[in-house]
């Protein structure tokens, strides 16, 4: 089965540089979610997007903006990048059940910030 | 603010079963309880879900107690690979991820 595709699967930047991670939703998925997770710590909910709309945000940093296109994949950039920005970007994607929601994670991103 | 109450720790013999708990004692009426496991660092993984109901799929059982305050995910043979963080997260739409329990399972 198709799962959530993430690129690149590894990032090394600059301090001050920008990044633009990508994620591809699983097929008829309608919902992306972004998540950050530190070095020993646990996934922190960034921003969400229902049907190319903004549906929820989290604790992003004005610094990141993202967006969710016409075929549903959704890119987060994220500009004047710190050393703390450091982390797993984990994009998961959803679509509405009878059961619920049930979210599918990507195998994340590795940003480091130098 | 966490919403979950799980172990911090665990430890299972392979082949055994691992019976993980969790209190959400302030679930709302549409929340599911859904458990996901991650795997060194790699993605979550899903595991199962449940809204009032048991549940059970490939993976795993998901026994939900009545009043929905507390369940209990039972994996029935776990096996080395089984090694991971496992998260109990009660939610309708984005997931607050807690501490989590670290499960070992030892040969």
């Known amino acids: 089965a198709a799962g959530v595709i993430q690129s690149p699967r590894h990032l090394i930047k600059e301090k001050r540089e920008t990044a633009t991670l990508k994620c591809y939703p699983i097929?008829?998925?309608?919902?992306v979610y972004w998540y950050q997770q530190g070095p020993g710590q646990d996934p922190q909910f960034l921003i969400s997007f229902y049907e190319k709309m903004q549906s929820d945000k989290g604790s992003i940093p004005d610094r990141f903006s993202a967006q969710q296109f016409s075929d549903y994949h959704s890119e987060l950039n994220m500009s004047s990048l710190e050393l703390g920005d450091s982390a797993l970007y984990f994009c998961?994607?959803?679509?509405?059940?009878?059961?619920?929601?049930?979210?599918?994670f990507g195998p994340g991103t590795r940003l480091l910030v130098l | 603010d966490a919403k979950t109450t799980q172990p911090p720790s665990m430890d299972c013999a392979e082949g055994r079963a691992a019976n993980l708990p969790c209190n959400h004692s302030t679930i709302s009426g549409n929340e599911y309880v859904y458990w996901y496991r991650q795997i060194h660092s790699q993605g979550p993984q899903y595991i199962i879900h449940g809204l009032k109901n048991n549940e059970t799929n490939e993976m795993a059982s998901l026994i939900i107690t009545e009043d929905r305050k507390s369940s209990t995910l039972i994996l029935p043979h776990a096996t080395l690979r089984d090694t991971a963080v496992y998260y109990c997260i009660v939610s309708w739409d984005k997931l607050s991820f807690g501490a989590g329990t670290t499960v070992t399972v030892r040969a």
């Open positions: 097929p008829r998925h309608d919902t």
């Open positions: 998961a994607s959803s679509r509405l059940t009878s059961r619920g929601e049930t979210q599918y």
